[in-house]
T-cell receptor, first 114, second 114 residues
Framework: AQSVTQLGSHVSVSEGALVLLRCNYS??????LFWYVQYPNQGLQLLLK??????LVKGINGFEAEFKKSETSFHLTKPSAHMSDAAEYFC????????????FGSGTRLQVQP | NAGVTQTPKFQVLKTGQSMTLQCAQD?????MYWYRQDPGMGLRLIYY???????DKGEVPNGYNVSRLNKREFSLRLESAAPSQTSVYFC?????????????FGDGTRLSIL
């Protein structure tokens, strides 16, 4: 079975600073990896996904993530944080040939300081 | 374009009461899911339906039942509510066809059981 670990339940950055949210996965077969964002009192929105091909994936709102098989990681980054980025971020994994449901990490709440 | 619609948005129940959470999607998706979200635990899969006419248990199915009424609708029923079922419930859908498809989420139902 696959699993996801998100390091750091809370991350605080200053506006304009680099955002780095960490995600490590465990899977015995090649994974599909996703990042979702959740704003208060809303559902989850897809930021980006990695399925196959290019390991650097670009998503919405200036976010990107790099799939590193050797490190079993899929960290989310953004060069310059904006106040509107304050939200909770979830990393999720599924696997080829497995059930289509996602396995989620426990989430990282991003706070952006002015 | 409504996407995934969940009703109700909020509900308070007494222990032992029953209720049904409704979910409908208008994207002609084949697969639908029910998750629960608890603080510090991410989202956990309750049940899913890979296609119309099929349902399968997820990670935390005890105390719940589901019905895939048609391609659009997927309901979640609590037969005898317990305080441990206090949570935020999310319905999601995906095109199906593979576990690399992103899921689209509703805004959630916030359920409190006293």
């Amino acid at each position: 079975a696959q699993s996801v670990t998100q390091l750091g339940s809370h991350v605080s950055v200053s506006e304009g600073a680099l955002v780095l949210l960490r995600c490590n996965y465990s899977s015995s077969v090649p994974p599909y990896l996703f990042w979702y964002v959740q704003y208060p009192n809303q559902g989850l929105q897809l930021l980006l996904k990695y399925t196959t091909g290019a390991t650097l994936v670009k998503g919405i709102n200036g976010f990107e993530a790099e799939f590193k098989k050797s490190e079993t990681s899929f960290h989310l980054t953004k060069p310059s944080a904006h106040m509107s980025d304050a939200a909770e971020y979830f990393c999720a994994v599924s696997v080829q040939g497995g059930r289509r449901a996602l396995t989620f990490g426990s989430g990282t709440r991003l706070q952006v300081q002015p | 374009n409504a996407g995934v619609t969940q009703t109700p948005k909020f509900q308070v129940l007494k222990t032992g009461q029953s209720m049904t959470l409704q979910c409908a999607q208008d994207m002609n998706h084949n697969s639908m899911y029910w998750y629960r979200q608890d603080p510090g635990m991410g989202l956990r899969l309750i049940y899913y339906s890979a296609s119309e006419g099929t349902t399968d248990k997820g990670e935390v199915p005890n105390g719940y039942n589901v019905s895939r009424l048609n391609k659009r609708e997927f309901s979640l029923r609590l037969e005898s509510a317990a305080p441990s079922q206090t949570s935020v419930y999310f319905c999601a859908s995906s095109e199906g066809g593979g576990s690399n498809q992103p899921q689209h989420f509703g805004d959630g139902t916030r359920l409190s059981i006293l």
